[in-house]
T-cell receptor, first 111, second 115 residues
Framework: EDQVTQSPEALRLQEGESSSLNCSYT??????LFWYRQDPGKGPEFLFT???AGEEKEKERLKATLTKKESFLHITAPKPEDSATYLC????????????FGAGTQVVVTP | DAGITQSPRHKVTETGTPVTLRCHQT?????MYWYRQDPGHGLRLIHY???????DKGEVSDGYSVSRSKTEDFLLTLESATSSQTSVYFC??????????????FGPGTRLLVL
């Protein structure tokens, strides 16, 4: 059975204090790994898709990396507006369209 | 929200009553999905559609049915609402013309409370 585990559950950062979020996954053949950001009371907002080990993608202060067993979302010099819940999801090669989500990491960045 | 609207945005209902949630898209995407989000569980797939009148079950489909009579609309029905169906419901869409197009984009959500 496909599984996605995100850690930590919650993370409190000072503005400018870089950190990383972890997404560990077990899937029978990875078709894609997705990162989303979710603000309170809103729907998830797409950030990145990673397809193969070694792949990296960046957007502003966020950088996502992928290995065969986990993905990291690095937040460099975060600002208060980076406060959100970050969700990771995997799509198995034989489960087109079906995403398996982790429970998320809630990030709070204080000034 | 990628041209996706959900209605209603909030609903309070009583146990045993039928409830229908609507998802409307303006992107002409082929695939549409219904998820529920509960604390500690993350997002879980209820049902999805791969075309007009083509639907399939997801991970937590018991107690839910769906219909899609037009490309732009995907309806989720709770035949007889129970308190365990209190949740936030999200609709998502994706296209199928290439790998990048498989990314799912989410609507704003419907908050449902079953008393």
């Amino acid at each position: 059975e496909d599984q996605v585990t995100q850690s930590p559950e919650a993370l409190r950062l000072q503005e400018g204090e870089s950190s990383s979020l972890n997404c560990s996954y077990t899937v029978s053949g990875l078709r894609g790994l997705f990162w989303y950001r979710q603000d309170p009371g809103k729907g998830p907002e797409f950030l990145f898709t990673l397809y193969s080990a070694g792949e990296e993608k960046e957007k502003e202060r966020l950088k996502a990396t992928l290995t065969k067993k986990e993905s990291f979302l690095h937040i460099t010099a975060p600002k208060p507006e980076d406060s959100a819940t970050y969700l990771c999801a995997v799509q198995a090669a034989d489960s087109w369209g079906k995403l398996q989500f982790g429970a998320g990491t809630q990030v709070v960045v204080t000034p | 929200d990628a041209g996706i609207t959900q209605s209603p945005r909030h609903k309070v209902t009583e146990t045993g009553t039928p409830v229908t949630l609507r998802c409307h898209q303006t992107e002409n995407h082929r695939y549409m999905y219904w998820y529920r989000q509960d604390p500690g569980h993350g997002l879980r797939l209820i049902h999805y559609s791969y075309g007009v009148k083509d639907t399939d079950k997801g991970e937590v489909s018991d107690g839910y049915s769906v219909s899609r009579s037009k490309t732009e609309d995907f309806l989720l029905t709770l035949e007889s609402a129970t308190s365990s169906q209190t949740s936030v419901y999200f609709c998502a869409i994706s296209d199928a013309s290439g790998r990048e197009e498989e990314t799912q984009y989410f609507g704003p959500g419907t908050r449902l409370l079953v008393l």
